[in-house]
Each structure stands twice: as C-alpha cells, then as structure tokens.
C-alpha cells in the first residue's frame, strides 16, 4: 500500500468500457473497488468477478449517479463494506447528441445531470472523509470535446468543459489537505460512447488508431498513486495527438 491510509476506491459507471478497465486497474494496485452502474448489473458483476478472481476486493453498486441521493447511499455501502473512499473517479457519462437548435431542453438537462452535476455532488461527498484522512484522489473523466468543437455535441461539450473547470478549482481548495484533484480527457477510445463518432474522427488523430479502455486506466492509475502527489488540478488529454 505504500504508506497510503486504508480505504477503498469508487469509479461510477464501471459496469464496461474506459470505466471497467479503471476498475480493474485501481484492483491491481490494491484498492478495494465499488463499481457503479445504473442498468447493466450483468456487466458490474463479471467486472467485480474479474477483480476477486484475481485476487481483488470489489462490490458493484447500483444507482443512477444523477439522481441527487445516490451519493450518499453509495459512499454509505462502500465505506461500510470497505472503509473511507479514498479515490474516487467520475466516470459516468451520458450522450444526447443533435445540433444545437434540435436540443430539447431535457436532453440537455439529462446531459449536464449526469454528467457534471453528479461529479460535484459525488466530490463534496468525498472531500469529506479525505481531507480528514489528509489524504484523497479525484480523477474526473473529461473529454477533447470539452477542448475543441465537435458540431452535434454542445451539451456533451458543455458539461465536459465544465467538469475541467470543476476540477481546477477543487484542485486549489483541497491541495493543501494532501487531496489530488485531476482529470483525464480521452480522445477517440474503442467504447460504445463512441459509437457513431469514431469514423469521422480517426482521419484527425497523428497515431492513425482509436485508443483503448486500458490505454486511459492506465492514466488514471497513475494519479491515483503516491507518484502524483504533486500532480493537481490538471487535465491530462489521451488522444492520440488530436489536440496537439
């Protein structure tokens, strides 16, 4: 454990994709591991199997991240199952895409909900036991599309863009109290989110290739360890290039 306090790690929509391989990735180092997820039960469960299989602790948790009580009841089960949330990792997102004109208000809404607004709720929850621990790890999931235009994408955008922003300035409030704050932008990754916009893109991205799920974990893992400690408030883009 390297001389990090006892605890366990929360990644919300971990039931598949990027948020499946930060689980696992998190399991590997050690951390006990709450996987969230709304729907797909089956998915949480062969993630969480795939973790004890290997020697792991984890427990899927189901709740819908923007639902405004769902916090609570997470950190609840997890802390009394594996103790304090240490890191946490704001990986759940959603997708309604149209041009701006064609965006219905709850499309919108339903976007920035779960999103943002369920990243700030889920990191003031966990603030609190961090900073008594004087000790924590924050990792938003981001996306380039909060850095650059991406025509169809305006709430997606907006959220992501807003969740960098987030970041930053939780970064500078907590930094002093040994809590990290970052976040972690992936570019084209071989996920079901990117279903749709894939084809598009790949002509863009110098590396010639989509990412993949544990290309991204791997970031996150790293901010996650004791290594980073000095790393805060920042926003680490994986993209291949696209962005350069």
Not at 78 to 90: M, R, S, T, Y
Not at 139 to 167: D, E, F, H, M
Request: aromatic fraction near 4%.
């Amino acid at each position: 454990m390297n001389g990090r306090p006892d605890g366990s790690a929360l990644v919300t929509g971990a039931s598949r994709g990027i948020g499946a391989a930060i689980a696992k990735a998190l399991a590997r180092d050690g951390w006990p591991v709450g996987v969230n997820y709304r729907k797909d039960a089956e998915g949480a469960e062969a993630v969480v199997a795939e973790i004890t299989g290997a020697g792991g602790r984890a427990l899927a948790l189901q709740g819908d991240v923007a639902d405004p009580e769902t916090a609570e009841r997470l950190f609840g089960t997890l802390e009394g199952e594996f103790g304090p949330v240490l890191v946490l990792v704001n990986n759940a997102g959603v997708r309604a895409d149209a041009l701006s004109p064609q965006i219905a208000d709850e499309d919108w809404q339903k976007v920035i909900d779960t999103n943002l607004s369920a990243a700030f709720r889920l990191t003031r929850r966990a603030l609190r036991p961090m900073i008594r621990a004087r000790y924590g790890r924050v990792v938003n999931i981001a996306s380039i599309v909060g850095q650059r235009a991406n025509p169809g994408q305006a709430n997606y955008a907006a959220s992501k863009a807003g969740l960098v922003a987030l970041t930053k300035t939780v970064a500078a409030e907590v930094a002093k109290r040994g809590v990290t704050v970052n976040a972690v932008a992936p570019g084209l990754i071989e996920t079901e989110m990117t279903d749709g916009v894939g084809e598009k893109l790949l002509e863009h991205v110098p590396a010639r290739r989509a990412g993949t799920p544990d290309e991204v974990a791997e970031c996150v893992r790293f901010l996650t360890t004791d290594g980073a400690a000095y790393v805060t408030g920042v926003c680490l883009t994986v993209d291949g290039g696209l962005t350069a």
